[in-house]
């Protein structure tokens, strides 16, 4: 029988009543002909929960036991829709990841999925079960320990699943009815996309549109996945959420797709370091070693020999910056005379794959932000996005502006 993939995030599956609902729609693609994988995230607010008590209990936390903990929300979900679909005479039992085995790396709290060995679950498909529940975010080590995929790793785990198993479809049901122009808690004029190509919603999720997480983008494009993202409280029919595609499936595309953001971004200066060959790897490296995820770089003009480097970085990863250059400092590597931390930005991008072929899009961008009186700090542009970081307390007026400005609320 055809194989379907269907993921819920933890708003879907925040109730037992929700948990029904859910179960609801997966009986009636077993009756539609489907064997059915069901990805399950934990509770809302659970995974966040758990985070914090690992934070509270060992703040410099052995990641082996971080994600021991962290996957555990997922558990719990996975059991109770298995039970809830066995209410409904469905045929169904769970799985945690071990047990599929998905294999990760090692790489814990941010683990890359390696296999998945199908033949485990297809032999229950074979004895009639209808059903496989799986506990979305987690894995298994080669050293045997519980992996974790990431935040919002579930959404990851469905499309390996999707692919895996050459599922005619991947849909993730979530708490909004697809995939829109931007953020549709920031404005109400947020218009939800019909169709987006692989390489915009990419672009979308690793510029912060949590929607779907951007590892789950790049394993749908390698794979082909067909993936929808869709609302699990309405019934929208067949043609119901976002299609997530390719770029030819798509007739008429825009310049602009959609307006991404991230809050809680931190702009670094290092003041006045020697301009000379090696500088920047000198500085990056320990950076990367001590695991900053740097972002946007400038280097500015630099007088007599000295220079200011620039980089933005996520907020909670400053105190490990300046960790790592104060002690590139003292072994002599780098020499600063002081590392300025702005931890008050955010990052506002566009994305489009029509930029391309389109000039002015950033000079337009420009515009709109001059307009409202925002003041630019970094600037960075790929083929089809534009990103700038501005004041966080800016961030809601420039998507706006950015929203109205490329008239998404005409898109679809
Ligand atoms: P789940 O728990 O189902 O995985 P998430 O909270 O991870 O759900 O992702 C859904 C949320 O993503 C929405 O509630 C919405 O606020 C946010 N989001 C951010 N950008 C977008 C966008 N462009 N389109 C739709 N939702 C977006
Ligand atoms: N529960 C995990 C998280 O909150 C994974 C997921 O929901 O996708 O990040
Ligand atoms: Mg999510």
């Not at 900053?292 to 909670?316: A, K, L, Y």
């Amino acid at each position: 029988m055809p194989v379907l993939v269907m993921k819920f995030g933890g708003t879907s599956v925040a109730t037992l009543d929700r948990i029904r609902r859910a179960a609801k729609r997966v009986g009636r693609e077993v009756a539609n002909g489907y064997d059915v994988i069901v990805i399950v995230s934990a509770m809302s607010g659970k995974t966040n929960e758990l985070v914090g008590w690992v934070n509270e209990t060992s703040p410099l936390y052995d990641a082996r036991e971080y994600d021991a903990v962290v996957s555990s929300g997922e558990n719990v979900t996975a059991g109770l829709m298995a039970l809830t679909l066995q209410e409904m005479d469905v045929p169904a039992r769970s799985w945690q990841g071990w047990q599929v085995p998905l294999k990760t790396t090692s790489a814990h709290s941010q683990a890359r999925i390696e296999e998945i060995p199908t033949d485990n679950i297809m032999q229950k498909f074979d004895e009639g079960m209808r059903v496989a529940v799986v506990a979305g975010f987690q894995g298994i080590s080669p050293e045997g320990r519980i992996t974790t995929l990431g935040r919002g790793g579930s959404d990851t785990t469905a499309v390996a699943f999707a692919a895996a198993f050459d599922a005619e479809r991947c849909d993730i049901y979530t708490d909004v009815d697809g995939v829109y122009t931007t953020d549709p808690r920031i404005t109400s004029k947020a218009r939800k996309l019909d169709k987006i190509a692989f390489e915009e919603m990419l672009e979308l999720a690793s510029l912060g549109a949590k929607v779907l997480q951007t590892r789950s983008v790049e394993l749908a494009m390698r794979y082909k996945v067909r993936l929808r993202v869709l609302s699990s409280f309405e019934d929208g029919g067949d043609n119901a959420g976002t299609l997530v595609c390719d770029e030819e499936d798509i007739v008429e595309s825009n310049v602009v797709s959609g307006v991404a953001f991230s809050r809680d971004e931190a702009k670094m200066t290092l003041i006045s370091v020697a301009d000379r060959p090696g500088i920047a790897a000198a500085i990056f490296t320990p950076l990367a070693e001590a695991g900053v995820n740097v972002d946007m770089i400038i280097q500015n003009i630099s007088d007599d020999g000295r220079t200011d480097m620039t980089f933005s970085c996520p907020v909670d990863q400053v105190v490990r910056a300046q960790q790592a250059m104060a002690g590139a400092k003292e072994r002599g590597e780098i020499n600063f005379h002081e590392l300025d931390a702005d931890t008050e930005v955010a990052k506002v991008s566009v994305v489009g794959i029509g930029m391309r072929s389109h000039a002015g899009v950033a000079s337009q961008m420009f515009r709109a932000l001059k307009d409202e009186n925002i003041n630019i700090k970094v600037i960075t542009t790929s083929e089809i996005k534009i990103s700038v970081l501005i004041e966080r307390k800016y961030l809601e007026l420039a998507v706006q502006a950015l929203h109205d400005s490329f008239g998404l609320e005409n898109a679809a």
